[in-house]
């Protein structure tokens, strides 16, 4: 009888043992991944860094040309990031990166860029959309940043440019739950300084707003408010704001009846395209059938847009934005 109950108690320990080593197996590399992560927010790159010296700006410009694309993961117009294998969504980065060299852009800020997930293969998107549209310099900004033993997620924010970049740093955007910004990572942006020309420089606000929660989007509005408002350089913010002017189609306002876009309008910082209700070819999300204007290049109010179009494409869930803008001299 003694016997049987050892046993019994040996094989219930070593089962307890089984269990906890596969638990920290599959969980232990998650809480590396989180202490890690704090260091790896943003991170600037260069062709460069690996062919020469850093290239400089030559010329004096009046006007550049930027593109606004949240590219889904990679993932086409569904809303599955299972839905495909890695190797469909790699070609999927090729025809993306193939539409952007085609805008001839100078500067490129992307949304939703995988920079090393298990759903899309593990390609580092950012990487490989700069090099194959010929960006010498990005910027690589993290949101989600964390990894288990069966999977990866890190993703967030890109900027993609033909000038050298001066300096970059994350924008701390408020998170949708506090635990969120602990367990996972939130909804950050990236601000960046670039050397347009040899006497101009310009700044870049990455931008990609909570979409849960217009109070908390209002929030995010009023930092760049202050940004813009306190910056030595003349600002530019571009992204999927998910949020659009009230009385424009689907406008989600917060508990004080403002949407985050109202905040920034009110501001007098920016100035921008469409102003009056929207037009069919203007709308950005959803791109198989648009019905909302969430995409937006925001200029300095003393700026001028030569053009400004939404480019129809299926390539993602949202169709990228292209403008041309003129310098005030």
Same mark, same amino acid.
């Given at each position: 009888?003694?016997?049987?109950? +050892?046993?019994?108690?040996?094989?219930? #320990?070593?089962?307890?043992?089984?269990? $906890?080593?596969?638990?920290?197996?599959?969980?232990?590399?998650?809480?590396?991944?989180?202490?890690?992560?704090?260091?790896?927010?943003?991170?600037?790159?260069?062709?460069?860094?690996?062919?020469?010296?850093?290239?400089?700006?030559?010329?004096?410009?009046?006007?550049?040309?930027? /593109?606004?694309?949240?590219?889904?993961?990679?993932?086409?117009?569904?809303?599955?990031?299972? #839905?495909?294998?890695?190797?469909?969504?790699?070609?999927?980065?090729?025809?993306?990166?193939?539409?952007?060299?085609?805008?001839?852009?100078? @500067?490129? $800020?992307?949304?939703? $860029?995988d920079f090393d997930s298990t759903w899309s293969g593990h390609q580092n998107q950012a990487?490989?959309?700069?090099?194959?549209?010929?960006?010498?310099?990005?910027?690589?900004?993290?949101?989600?940043?964390?990894?288990?033993?069966?999977?990866?997620?890190?993703?967030?924010?890109?900027?993609?440019?033909?000038?050298?970049?001066?300096?970059?740093?994350?924008?701390?955007?408020?998170?949708?739950?506090?635990?969120?910004?602990?367990?996972?990572?939130?909804?950050?942006?990236?601000?960046?300084?670039?050397?347009?020309?040899? %006497?101009?420089?310009?700044?870049? /606000?990455?931008?990609?707003?909570?979409?849960? %929660?217009?109070?908390?989007? /209002?929030?995010?509005?009023?930092?760049?408010?202050?940004? +813009?408002?306190?910056?030595?350089?003349?600002?530019?913010?571009?992204?999927?704001?998910?949020?659009?002017?009230?009385?424009?189609?689907?406008?989600?306002?917060?508990?004080?009846?403002?949407? +985050?876009?109202?905040?920034?309008?009110?501001?007098?910082?920016?100035?921008?395209?469409?102003?009056? #209700?929207?037009?069919?070819?203007?709308?950005?999300?959803?791109?198989?059938?648009?019905?909302?204007?969430?995409?937006? @290049?925001?200029?300095?109010?003393?700026?001028?847009? +030569?053009?400004?179009? /939404?480019?129809?494409?299926?390539?993602?869930?949202?169709?990228?934005?292209?403008?041309?803008?003129?310098?005030?001299?």
């Amino acid at each position: 009888m003694f016997q049987k109950l +050892a046993a019994g108690i040996r094989r219930r #320990k070593r089962l307890s043992a089984v269990f $906890v080593l596969c638990i920290i197996v599959v969980i232990g590399p998650y809480p590396i991944s989180r202490f890690r992560s704090a260091g790896r927010r943003i991170r600037v790159r260069s062709i460069a860094d690996s062919n020469g010296p850093r290239q400089t700006t030559a010329q004096e410009r009046s006007s550049i040309r930027i /593109v606004s694309f949240n590219i889904a993961h990679g993932r086409g117009d569904t809303d599955d990031n299972w #839905k495909e294998s890695g190797h469909r969504k790699h070609a999927r980065i090729e025809k993306i990166a193939s539409l952007i060299e085609e805008t001839e852009a100078d @500067i490129v $800020v992307l949304n939703e $860029v995988d920079f090393d997930s298990t759903w899309s293969g593990h390609q580092n998107q950012a990487e490989a959309i700069a090099k194959l549209a010929e960006y010498p310099f990005w910027v690589e900004q993290r949101n989600l940043d964390f990894r288990f033993a069966y999977g990866t997620w890190k993703f967030g924010n890109a900027i993609l440019s033909k000038f050298p970049i001066v300096d970059c740093r994350p924008v701390e955007f408020p998170a949708y739950k506090p635990w969120e910004r602990l367990l996972a990572g939130c909804k950050r942006g990236a601000i960046c300084t670039l050397q347009v020309s040899p %006497n101009r420089r310009i700044r870049v /606000v990455a931008v990609h707003l909570e979409h849960r %929660n217009e109070d908390v989007r /209002v929030k995010s509005a009023r930092m760049i408010e202050e940004l +813009a408002g306190t910056s030595e350089w003349p600002l530019i913010a571009v992204g999927d704001f998910n949020s659009t002017p009230t009385g424009f189609p689907r406008a989600e306002q917060s508990t004080t009846g403002k949407t +985050a876009f109202d905040v920034l309008v009110a501001s007098n910082q920016f100035q921008f395209q469409p102003r009056l #209700k929207p037009s069919a070819d203007e709308m950005t999300f959803l791109s198989s059938d648009p019905t909302q204007v969430i995409d937006w @290049i925001l200029i300095p109010p003393n700026w001028e847009f +030569a053009d400004y179009k /939404v480019i129809k494409s299926t390539l993602s869930d949202h169709r990228p934005v292209s403008a041309t803008i003129v310098f005030d001299e």
